[in-house]
């Protein structure tokens, strides 16, 4: 299994350009999420989703935009970047039920650096 | 609102020395899941502990273990012997109520930076 993958790695914008983060996974999970990562912040949560077709907001939304079409994809869409939006952006899933020998937690992507100018 | 505080910003140790970090944690719920994850300067993260709110023994793994105390809220870290790779920087979390994967996604602390000196 590659786990959850994130493209791309890094990326640099301009104000006002969109773009959308993708995020996978092959673990066959219900829950994905979106946070991220500001220097002395801690990791803050965007927008979750509990399984396809169903997405909700997390602590800082604002500015972001998902959709969960089936259950290995979660992309993170930005309609209009502003430099607020510079970050380390990670994407998680786990699962919804704990199965016999399941570690229940969350498996984190390998982040995508944005920069906005 | 769930909340997680982690009020050592850095600490800096020397090799071997023993380190504990703190994590105080606030919620309504009275099923919970903590998380303690690293996050080394390559930039991922690292999943190390996962507690129920219904299992406060504490655990120890090699040199790392835990101390659940629901009485006062948290659930500290320590690492024993602290080595070089250590260094990084890890951070506590908490999940509220119907999953402990965190359906709702995971509040994070701000993060202690560990600092081990050679």
């Known amino acids: 299994n590659a786990g959850v993958t994130q493209t791309p790695k890094f990326q640099v914008l301009k104000t006002g350009q969109s773009m959308t983060l993708q995020c996978a996974q092959d673990?066959?999970?219900?829950?994905m999420s979106w946070y991220r990562q500001d220097p002395g912040m801690g990791l803050r949560l965007i927008h979750y989703s509990v399984g396809a077709g169903i997405t909700d907001q997390g602590e800082v939304p604002n500015g972001y935009n998902v959709s969960r079409s089936t259950t290995e994809d979660f992309p993170l869409r930005l309609l209009s970047a502003a430099p607020s939006q510079t970050s380390v952006y990670f994407c998680?899933?786990?699962?919804?039920?704990?199965?016999?020998?399941?570690?229940?937690?969350?498996?984190f992507g390998p982040g995508t650096r944005l920069l906005v100018l | 609102a769930q909340k997680v505080t982690q009020a050592q910003t850095e600490i800096s140790v020397v090799e071997k020395e023993d380190v504990t970090l703190d994590c105080v944690y606030e919620?309504?719920?009275?099923?919970?899941?903590l998380f303690w994850y690293k996050q080394p300067p390559s930039g991922e993260l690292v999943f190390l502990i996962r507690r129920n709110s219904f299992d406060e023994q504490n655990e120890i793994s090699g040199r790392y273990s835990w101390n659940f105390q629901k009485s006062t809220s948290s659930f500290n870290f320590t690492i024993t012997a602290s080595q070089v790779v250590d260094s990084a920087v890890y951070f506590c979390a908490l999940s509220e109520g119907r999953s402990g994967g965190g359906a709702d996604g995971l509040t994070f602390g701000k993060g202690t930076h560990l600092i081990i000196q050679p």
């Open positions: 998680a899933s786990s699962y919804s039920n704990t199965g016999a020998g399941r570690q229940e937690t969350q498996y």
């Open positions: 919620t309504r719920d009275t099923t919970y899941y």
């Open positions: 673990m066959n999970h219900e829950y």
